[in-house]
């Protein structure tokens, strides 16, 4: 009697679906001022955005989180369940730094208060707090960023 063959490979396809896929952070690099650079990771979903460095207890030096948004306009973070103090860089369309926030202090109660770019931003980079005075960033500077955008 003959015993017919499986294709396992037909259930190995099932279990690789694109919610795993969207649930965890691409990586890239940023060039800030023309010399400093940084090795990100991309939060370019709903899911991701939202999450960000919440519950995060260490976030290395020359390393960040590059929230892309849909489109350009007025972006906000808050820190609630954040553990550690950002710095915050907003960058437009165009990659020009447009507005900056710096050393964000954690929040631990609700309220926790959200924090303006007071300009229209397309991304906004979360990087270790301090940064933002030790690599003398500011307003107006082109920043470079690569890395691969999610299908």
Known sequence: MKIPLINFSFFLILSITP??????????????????HIIIEIA?????????????TLLQKDHGMLFVYPMQAEQGVWMKNTLISLDVIFISADNKIVAILENLPPCHHDPCPVYSSTAQAKYM????AGSIAEKTIQIGQTVMIDYAHRK
């Open 19 to 36: 919610a795993a896929e969207s649930s965890q952070p691409t990586g890239g690099n940023i060039t800030l001022a023309e010399k400093h």
């Open 44 to 56: 370019d979903t709903p899911e991701l955005r939202k999450n960000g460095l919440m519950h995060r």
């Open 125 to 128: 980079l979360e990087i270790q």
